[in-house]
């Protein structure tokens, strides 16, 4: 081929992608990105504290705010998802888990496995309850039963149409009601009927489309594809507002396949939300994003638990990075030191979580790095420094990243 033809061949394919409609970056919606830590270190720097609680770095926010009481629950195709209204709700509310130490101060401990809620539901006729809880890879539970129902007070409750609707700390459950209400529970889990049912945790949504006031909970797509074929001599079902399912009396119908199972099976569905992870924290929603996809920030990290805490370390003591010979030789002055006093030194007490005073005039903890008059700078100790900084615009599209009710997910 001659160098002229090889040119018209590049300027015709030019042309050809030019002109062929795509979805810019479309790989970076569906894709989940990998980061260090340390990109997460930044973002959490200015809305509060690490220290090592047992030996473990845990977070501690400013505002000592409980986990899972400020934001909203939303239908997906992962289940249930908690949206929350904190600046590192993001992160803190997605990986890792939660625990309140004796002083009553919630601390967040750091996980590398994200997950559309990391809690454990329980539910009464009239009120459903969640709390953080410790999850292996696969979601299952780590601490035993006895350490998760001890302290009702790490419990929230709120009533069922209180579920369906934004929640904020002031309608939780107090600590004497969700004690007795604690008591009266039972598991909560439904089968979310797809290609196959999928069982999963938290009541069945289709339980709160009536009691959602502004429809933020489930999807606005109009599509009906979802709508399983009616079994026969049973009518077709009327939409509802947000719902596409069958009444109560035809969910339980048997399919056409017949079989003891299908009559067991919830058919009740929703138009649920479908998830999209932007590329940065900073990525604003696409203009061309669907009505029924929510976008967020869910990165991959590239460190494992134990690499997390490394990086927590490096993060406050750069120079703790030491070579195999500076290794070698303080190993060797431990070894000198022990023999010398005949008994093992004794280890520090870990730090327990500070209680810091936070001034209303050099730190706000709600303050969301893309609102209106921050600017991000370069991390440092001092908390209140960074959340003061800088007047830099905000990007538009993550603070309220779909184009449906505020309330969306980030």
């Given amino acids: 081929m001659s160098s002229n033809l090889l040119r018209l061949f590049l300027l015709c394919l030019a042309l050809l992608c030019a002109g062929t409609p ?19 270190l ?22 000592h705010e409980a986990p899972y009481t400020n934001g909203r629950w939303l239908y997906t195709e992962f289940g249930w998802y908690w949206k929350g209204n904190n600046p590192h709700s993001w992160l803190t509310e997605h990986y890792g888990f939660w625990k309140r130490s004796a002083d009553k101060t919630w601390s967040w401990y750091p996980g590398t496995y994200w997950l559309a809620q990391i809690i454990e539901f329980r539910a009464t006729k009239t ?9 292996d890879r696969d979601g299952n539970f780590v601490e035993a039963p006895d350490d998760r129902y001890a302290k009702t007070d790490e419990w929230t409750f709120v009533t069922k149409a209180q579920f ?18 604690l008591e009266d529970t039972t598991d909560c889990n439904h089968a979310y009927l797809t290609y196959r049912p999928l069982d999963r945790p938290g009541p069945h949504p289709a339980d709160f489309v009536a009691l959602c006031k502004d429809g933020g909970m489930f999807s606005p797509f109009q599509a009906q594809q979802v709508v399983p074929p009616p079994a026969p001599n049973v009518p077709a079902p009327k939409p509802a507002t947000a719902l596409v399912a069958t009444n109560a009396a035809a969910a339980k119908a048997p399919s056409p396949a017949g079989g003891d199972d299908d009559d067991q099976v919830d058919k009740r569905q929703v138009k649920y939300w479908v998830t999209m992870s932007l590329p940065t924290y900073w990525t604003s929603r696409p203009s061309d994003g669907k009505l029924d996809e929510i976008y967020m920030y869910r990165p991959d990290f590239f460190q494992d638990e134990d690499g997390i805490q490394r990086r927590v370390t490096l993060w406050f003591n750069p120079q703790s990075k030491t070579s195999l010979k500076e290794i070698f030789a303080e190993s060797a002055n431990k070894q000198s030191a022990t023999a010398t006093s005949g008994a093992p030194a004794t280890p520090a007490s870990p730090a327990e979580p500070a209680t810091p005073a936070v001034s ?51």
């Fill in 22 to 40: 795509s979805r810019a970056g479309i790989a970076n919606y569906t894709d989940r990105g990998k980061v260090d830590f340390d990109a997460a």
């Fill in 42 to 63: 930044h973002l959490l720097n200015p809305y509060g504290t690490w220290s090592k609680i047992d030996g473990v770095w845990a977070y501690t926010p400013l505002n």
């Fill in 127 to 135: 009120h459903i309850g969640w709390r953080s809880a410790q999850v």
């Fill in 164 to 181: 369906a609707n934004p929640i904020t700390p002031g309608i939780i459950a107090k600590p004497e009601v969700a004690q007795t209400l």
């Fill in 360 to 410: 209303a005039n050099n730190h706000d903890p709600f303050r969301i790095p893309l609102a209106p008059g921050y600017k991000p700078s370069s991390a440092s100790s001092s908390s209140s420094k960074n959340s003061s900084s800088g007047n830099g615009p905000a990007p538009s599209g993550l603070a309220s990243p779909t184009n449906a009710p505020a309330s969306n997910p980030k």
